[in-house]
C-alpha cells in the first residue's frame, strides 16, 4: 500500500533469545496503519499488543522485521509519535496547563502559540476550570483526559494509546470513548489504540487487528463499516454486535 | 460503637503531639527521680537541672557556640561535598549502566567498611587540620548517598520517562525536565536522613582526632569525670540534629506541594 504511514512487517519479539528462557511475545506480525485511520488493535493480556506499541514509539525494538513510519525505520522515540499510557503518567509537579505545554515549550513555539494550542486543548477536553490544578487533585478520567490533550498539543504524526482507559470505571469509559471518537472526527489524528475491549475497539476504530496470545499474532484484520458519527447507542444496534459476536468468537 | 483497631488509622495532630510530648515528660521524669534519690551514682548520672545549669554554663562562657560553630562548619563541609559529588554520580548511575558498573559496586563494597576505621589513616594522610574531619564525615555519607540516590531515581517510574520521550524530549531534557524533579522529593527525604548519620560520623572524628567541636567537648568532659558536660554535649547534638530534621520536612513539604504522599514521619 502506498499511503501506508506507519508499518510493520515481519516483526517477531523474542525475549531472553538464545536462553533457556527464551520467550516468543510476537511472532511474524504484519500492520499497515494509513493517514487518518483510526486503528484498534484488540486482544487478550499477553498477546504483545502492549509491546507492539512500544515499539511503534520507539521505546523496544523487534528481535526481527522492521517497524517504519513513512518508511523510515524506527530507531527510537520522537515528537512525532505521542503516546497515552494506561498508567497515569501526567508530571505531578506541573499544572494542566503546563503539563499540555510540555511538549510545544520543547519546540521553542512562542509564548502565544503555546497558549493558543493549550487553550484549545483544554477546550476540547472540558478541562478549562482546571487548568491551574496540579494532577494529584484530578480524578483518574481527568488524568487521562489531560494525558491525551498533552499527547495532541504536540500535534504528533501519530498518536499511540496503550489500553488509556483500562484503569477507569465502566461510566467514565465510556464517556472518555465518545470524546475520544469525537476528537479524532474533529483532528483526524492517525491513532493506534491497543485494548483488551472488544466492544471499545469496534465503537472507536476504523479497522480493527485481532491478535490472539503466546506466541501473539495477528488473528484478523476487520475494516469497521459502521456510521462515521458514533454515539452510545451504537452499541446497542444488531450490526455493533455482530462484529462484537465475530471478535469474541475469534478469541475464544 | 466502638469500631475495630486496624493498623495505619489516622490520628489527630494534637492527640499526636501530645503523646510524644508526655514520653518526653516520662524520660526526664525517670531520669529526675533516679538521680535524685541517688539510686544511680551521680557521678554516672547528673541530675536534669545539673545539665541545664552546666548548659547554661557554656553558654554564657561562650564555649559552646565555639564548638557548636567549628562542628556545624565541619559537618556542613562534608555534607556538601558528599552531596555536590553524590548526588550527580547517582543519577547518572540510574541513568547509564556503564556509568553504574564503575561506582555502584565500589560504593556496594566501600560502604561496609567501618568509618572509625578511616581515622588513623586520615590522620597519617592530612594530618589534625579541618580537613581529615570534613573527610571522615564525607566518607561516612558519600557511598550511602550515592546508592540511594540511585533508588530514589530508579523509583522513578518508567512510563513517566517514557513520556517525556513520546513529547519529544530529548536524554538531556528527560532527566533534567522529568527525572530530576520526580525523584526530587525522595532525595531531599535522603538527604534529610543522611544528615543525621553525618552528625554521628563527625563525632567520631572529633572525639578521636580534635580539639575543638563538640564531639571534643565530651571527650575532655569523659577525661575529668563531668558527666554533666557529657550530658550537654549529647543533648545539643541530638536538639540540633532534630531542629534540622523538623526544619528540612518543613522545607520539603513547602517546595513540593505537588507531592502525593508528604509523611510526617
Redesign the interface.
Known amino acids: 500500500m502506498a499511503d501506508a504511514k506507519l508499518v510493520a512487517s515481519n516483526v517477531c519479539k523474542i525475549y531472553n533469545a538464545g536462553k533457556k528462557n527464551a520467550f516468543k511475545a510476537i511472532d511474524n506480525v504484519n500492520v499497515e496503519v494509513c493517514e487518518n485511520e483510526f486503528v484498534c488493535m484488540v486482544g487478550p493480556s499477553g498477546c504483545g499488543k502492549s509491546t507492539l506499541l512500544r515499539m511503534f514509539?520507539?521505546?523496544d525494538f523487534p528481535t526481527s522485521g522492521e517497524i517504519t513510519i513513512d518508511g523510515e525505520k524506527i530507531i527510537?522515540?520522537?515528537?512525532n509519535?505521542?503516546?497515552v499510557?494506561q498508567?497515569y503518567?501526567l508530571?505531578?509537579?506541573m499544572t494542566v496547563e503546563d503539563n499540555i505545554k510540555?511538549?510545544p515549550k520543547?519546540?521553542k513555539m512562542t509564548k502565544q502559540e503555546q497558549q493558543e494550542i493549550t487553550d484549545k486543548y483544554l477546550t476540547a477536553i472540558g478541562l478549562e476550570k482546571f487548568r491551574n490544578s496540579?494532577?494529584?487533585e484530578l480524578s483518574g478520567g481527568m488524568k487521562q483526559r489531560v494525558?491525551i490533550a498533552?499527547?495532541l498539543a504536540?500535534n504528533p504524526e501519530v498518536l499511540?494509546m496503550d489500553e488509556p482507559f483500562g484503569a477507569l470505571d465502566l461510566f467514565t469509559k465510556s464517556q472518555m470513548q465518545l470524546m475520544m471518537r469525537e476528537l479524532w472526527q474533529r483532528e483526524r489524528t492517525t491513532i493506534v489504540f491497543i485494548t483488551h475491549d472488544i466492544e471499545e475497539a469496534v465503537f472507536l476504530g476504523t479497522k480493527v487487528y485481532v491478535m490472539s496470545a503466546s506466541p501473539g499474532q495477528i488473528r484478523e484484520v476487520i475494516d469497521i463499516d459502521l456510521p462515521y458519527s458514533r454515539d452510545l447507542d451504537l452499541k446497542d444496534t444488531p450490526e455493533f454486535i455482530k462484529i462484537r459476536r465475530h471478535i469474541h468468537s475469534l478469541l475464544h | 460503637m466502638q469500631t475495630k483497631i486496624m493498623i495505619r488509622r489516622k490520628m489527630k495532630q494534637a492527640r499526636y503531639m501530645m503523646v510524644s510530648v508526655v514520653t518526653f515528660a516520662i524520660l526526664l521524669l525517670v531520669w529526675s527521680m533516679a538521680s535524685h534519690f541517688e539510686m544511680v551514682d551521680p557521678l554516672f548520672l547528673p541530675e536534669p537541672i545539673n545539665v541545664l545549669k552546666k548548659l547554661w554554663e557554656t553558654v554564657c562562657d561562650g564555649s559552646l557556640w565555639t564548638d557548636m560553630g567549628v562542628s556545624i562548619y565541619r559537618i556542613s563541609m562534608g555534607f556538601l561535598l558528599a552531596t555536590v559529588l553524590g548526588v550527580p554520580i547517582g543519577i547518572l548511575c540510574s541513568c547509564f549502566k556503564s556509568v553504574s558498573a564503575v561506582f555502584s559496586p565500589l560504593c556496594q563494597f566501600i560502604r561496609y567498611m567501618p568509618v572509625p576505621a578511616f581515622v588513623p589513616l586520615l590522620m597519617v594522610w592530612m594530618g589534625i587540620g579541618e580537613f581529615s574531619k570534613i573527610m571522615i564525615v564525607f566518607i561516612g555519607t558519600f557511598f550511602q548517598l550515592v546508592l540511594m540516590i540511585i533508588d530514589d531515581c530508579n523509583s522513578v517510574s518508567d512510563d513517566l520517562l517514557a513520556a517525556g520521550y513520546t513529547l519529544g524530549a530529548n536524554n538531556r531534557t528527560t532527566v533534567f525536565r522529568v527525572l530530576i524533579p520526580a525523584m526530587a522529593p525522595s532525595m531531599m527525604q535522603t538527604l534529610r536522613m543522611m544528615i543525621g548519620w553525618a552528625w554521628t560520623y563527625l563525632v567520631v572524628a572529633e572525639l578521636v582526632a580534635a580539639n575543638t567541636g563538640l564531639g571534643y567537648s565530651i571527650l575532655k568532659a569523659q577525661r575529668f569525670l563531668k558527666t554533666d558536660a557529657i550530658f550537654v554535649g549529647i543533648v545539643v547534638i541530638g536538639l540540633l540534629g532534630l531542629i534540622t530534621d523538623i526544619v528540612l520536612g518543613f522545607l520539603i513539604k513547602k517546595i513540593f506541594p505537588w507531592e502525593e504522599s508528604v509523611s510526617n514521619g
Open positions: 514509539a520507539g521505546l527510537g522515540p520522537g515528537a509519535r505521542g503516546m499510557f498508567t503518567t508530571f505531578p509537579w510540555f511538549g520543547l519546540k496540579r494532577p494529584k494525558a498533552r499527547a504536540n499511540l
